[in-house]
């Protein structure tokens, strides 16, 4: 959407207030996620932005008749000041200050503010609720929308072309997923679930889509019952006839304005409905309920088993990852070349520029499709800002003896790639290469990791930290997410980090290993190599079912960073074994010139 | 209580199921617990022991007019088949084979299944109501118990005399701790809380007692208001001239006959009263809802407090187990001196003699008035039997050349003390030496750990366990519990293992370091020392808030059981560093034999 100004806030924020008094309304809850809880959200769902300015990935305003206040978390305390005038919004943080706390404060007995029950879970309306009633107020779910009644130019939904996603790629029938689904029913006890996710849609009727940036999915409700049938809500524009020729007889295809009505006709007839709580729409489970449906709350049943990779899917993920590790060889040789050269001249390289190169070398990829996310170029000071996105406002340039950071990555037909490298332009000071040997040292702990069936990410988070840890140094982010194949980079259920995962790590899973340091103001260092789980390979003497990683990812890491002495001799012929790997898996796709750096870079130390 | 046989439990199975159908019930739950869910039960409430017979500290009954089950955990399954007649009630495990599930199969229409509410908390009675729902049958609080109906000789409630734990040892008066307990319930926006753990209230009231087994407490109720008030609920038999006087003119001594009275009181006023649902009977939660109090539904505020040893409770854990350590060196040279002298003659050193051997050595030390626990001294194959109990047909031998573990611990008036160590009987095969070995590196990495403020234990499990997962091997069951002081061995919330641990890692928290190996039929392994939490010494460069641990207890490792080859450099100099410390503070304490035995075995390697 075009950049709006302050005072177009204002005036947005002035209408809805007008709608919300005309609807007896004395607030209003206006999150980031749209019906889907997702990551990425279409423009038209963009109603925080819309409203306040905010462009963050998560965060809640919330709107009363005299003042208003927008929370969102850690990451995104410098960005929401320079994105939302204060005049408008007071900032409060999402997690420390919640907004069922400010709601306790500022509601007035007897008033009514309401919430969009399509946009929140029951668990983050129930928080809300606390909040409201412990202050005298109510809290009403508003089956209209007040602030899209005053949007007047909302986007369309969106309503991109959908595609078969085929069993080349796919390694496993829409059918055979529907049976493992049946069973993990059956044991809950389920007649049927929701699924709200579009990612579990995709995985499950094996379609992709185009509905939303860098992830490939139709955004569509679903609903899976035990006997392998689905009813599958989506706008009928997306259907193609090769999608449609690709689904089997038990798939129906139904509009999104028939769920509200097949849910109650599925209550009514005495189902038993699964709907995951985390993420399910409050007003799912509402029109379950008043209904008559008994509920099963439980996580998304096509989570766990999509996170799990098969063998196909695993190969795909190997092949992209091969050819994206050459595509990142290309660049990486051009950027820490050029940006020297150029560096203290007044044409320097810039992080846009730098982000713009490395999109056109993975666009000469084969079966590339999109990014997976937007990437993250931060030189110097802003490579500490964890979530940085590049702008040409921000936009700096690379200089001698800075360290620059470039996490990015690819959607390909067969796999998603994440990878974060780290290197210096010139040379680096002593500082800079312990930090960064300390993030490498943490980064092959979990890379070399043995861990029992039954782990959980939780348990192996410490072992990426504990170089940090002892030199009183820390990073405030997890350490591994999970990601999908030609789906969205960030998935669940399993993670790993400081938080607990819900659910224990299995083979085929697929990982990010990424842990870091970030000096404010200074530098930022990311290592991140993306992992399959799998069955640890024989050794004598093992007394319990065994599990490590392999990692996937190939691409050189920045031997200048590297401070020999404080590795310990197993560390060194870690880094030495992956190097000699990468030369292995990469110089078949490179040419003479990128061989011979590739070859240096990658030197036994 | 007299040991009971088969047609004992049979005959008693036939009385409970009479008084049951005389009560309309057609099942019962006899849960090991009593009102208090502590790990010692008098022998007053051993209600599951007296109608099975089976005697571990965790399990629970169900009883139906055909049938009856009895769960325990992995820990019992051999035991359980020992104690328990097999044609009275079926083998089941705790927790893969819950009771819900069993009455959910077993429960017909229309049932009505009797529990005690006073014996189980919301939680355990939710999980047991869904199960016997989903039959088709009701779940009934029975006021009665219908087993003390028919226990004829059940013994008296206990009714010890209680104790002032005097300034000198408990470095903080009860009226400050009920201050620092007032703050947090006007945090939590409660008025008052019931504490139903007995070490809460013997914490908080700064008393002692001598109701049950190995943990110094007076079991009772009591309500904490938020003006510093306190209803201790107590028989008065227990309340001695001593105890009185040193209670503060807010303490108010009521009999334990009129909690209930007093809830519904405090329901009515108005109150908002909170429960901890993990332990408050589930009848305390239901007087207050009858009577209309707003629950707030949170962690004993005991119980972090508690953890959280204050300096004069910290000075007294150093000399309680300096004092422990020094009887610890005794036993242990008497212990590996005596057993190869007399190995193979036809009067060795049995497990039974050295536990008691060991009572006289701790009988000795200044302060002593208790073991901490029942000792668990394992020879050979009993040492791999991780809750092994010694008794007169069990004991076995020590043999020349087999490995020996000793479990124990004193309650001492200034601390509490629980010290595991394993010694070889002669000399160690390469294997035992691998093992013992590797679990040793995994209790220094977790000794020398450095954390940030903000970790809890379940993150920092795997350090102790990654030398064991690095070969195949692993333990089952938790690395770290809390210890109380002159309290339970036992305590929360802190704890370290594979299981989330429902509060971080603060200094003053006073842990167990306990990884260990067990192979089945030939040896157990387990190293354990007792550490404080604390903050991390000055270090340069430090960017986070950083925690350490500090090791209390001393006491020789057994270098016989060492294998140097597989250690780092910085994990012998912990073991030789804690060595001369263990020297430096028992050589003041013993005579000149000992000191030189202890100079031979803690000699730098």
């Known amino acids: 959407m075009p950049k709006a100004t302050n005072s177009d806030h204002a005036v947005r924020l002035t209408s809805l207030r007008a709608q919300l008094s005309e609807a007896g309304f004395d607030g209003f809850i206006v999150p980031r996620t749209d019906e889907h809880q997702g990551e990425y959200v279409p423009s038209q769902a963009q109603r925080l932005r819309w409203l306040s300015g905010f462009s963050g990935s998560a965060g809640l305003g919330v709107v009363l008749a005299e003042q208003a206040a927008i929370f969102v978390d850690g990451r995104y305390t410098i960005q929401v000041r320079q994105e939302v005038d204060e005049s408008l919004f007071t ?47 109510e809290l009403v779910a508003a089956l209209e929308n007040p602030l899209d009644q005053v949007w007047s130019d909302q986007p369309a939904r969106p309503s991109s072309k959908s595609m078969p996603y085929d069993m080349a790629h796919a390694g496993c029938s829409s059918k055979e997923k529907r049976e493992e689904i049946s069973r993990s029913l059956k044991s809950s006890g389920a007649d049927c679930a929701v699924l709200s996710l579009p990612d579990s849609v995709a995985w499950l009727l094996n379609v992709r889509g185009e509905d939303v940036a860098h992830t490939p999915l139709v955004l569509s409700f679903a609903v899976v019952h035990a006997d392998g049938e689905v009813q599958w809500f989506v706008d009928n524009e997306k259907i193609t006839s090769e999608t449609l020729s690709a689904l089997d007889n038990m798939v129906e295809i139904a509009e999104p304005g028939a769920l509200e009505g097949r849910l109650a006709a599925f209550a009514k007839a005495g189902k038993k409905v699964l709907i995951d709580p985390a993420t399910c729409p409050e007003r799912v489970a509402t029109v379950l309920e008043q209904n008559g449906a008994k509920l099963v709350r439980a996580m998304d049943p096509c989570q766990r088993p999509k996170a799990r990779k098969n063998p196909v899917e695993l190969d795909g993920l190997r092949a992209s990852h091969i050819r994206d590790g050459a595509a990142m060889v290309r660049f990486l040789k051009w950027v820490t070349e050029t940006a020297l050269t150029r560096a203290g001249t007044d044409d320097p390289v810039t992080e846009m520029e730098a982000a713009n190169r490395l999109l056109e070398f993975r666009k000469e990829v084969p079966l590339f499709r999109d990014l997976s996310f937007d990437t993250i170029s931060g030189a110097g000071p802003n490579g500490a800002i964890c979530h940085y996105k590049v702008t040409e406002e921000s936009s700096l340039p690379l200089n001698r003896d800075e360290i620059f950071l470039i996490d990015s990555g690819g959607q390909f037909l067969d796999g998603t790639t994440d990878i974060t490298r780290t290197v210096i332009i010139g040379a680096a000071n002593d500082e800079m290469k312990d930090r960064f040997t300390r993030v490498l040292k943490g980064h092959i702990a979990l890379a070399t990791a043995k861990f029992p069936k039954g782990t959980s990410g939780m348990q192996l988070d410490s072992m990426a930290r504990k170089p940090l840890w002892d ?35 299995e083979p085929g899973v697929f990982l990010s290993n990424e842990p870091g340091y970030y000096k404010a103001g200074e530098y930022g260092i990311r290592i991140e190599n993306l992992m399959i789980v799998r069955e640890a390979g024989k050794m004598v003497g093992v007394e319990i079912p065994l599990y490590d990683f392999e990692t996937v990812t190939l691409c050189p890491i920045d031997l200048r960073l590297v401070d020999r002495t404080i590795m310990t001799a197993e560390e060194v012929t870690w880094l030495n074994d992956y190097h000699a790997r990468v030369r292995r898996e990469l110089t078949p796709l490179l040419d003479d010139e990128h061989k011979t750096w590739l070859e240096e870079v990658t030197r036994p130390v």
């Open 91 to 137: 900032y409060r943080h999402l997690i420390e200050e919640p907004a069922s706390e400010w709601l306790e404060q500022k509601v007035q007995p007897g008033m009514k503010i309401a919430y969009d029950p399509w946009l929140q879970s029951e668990a983050q309306v129930k928080s809300l609720r606390e909040g409201v009633e412990k202050a005298g107020g």
């Open 471 to 505: 030199a009183g140094l820390d990073y405030d982010h997890g350490t591994g997410h999970g990601v999908g194949c030609f789906l969205g980079v960030h998935e669940g259920p399993q993670r790993i980090g400081k938080n607990v995962s819900p659910a224990p790590l």
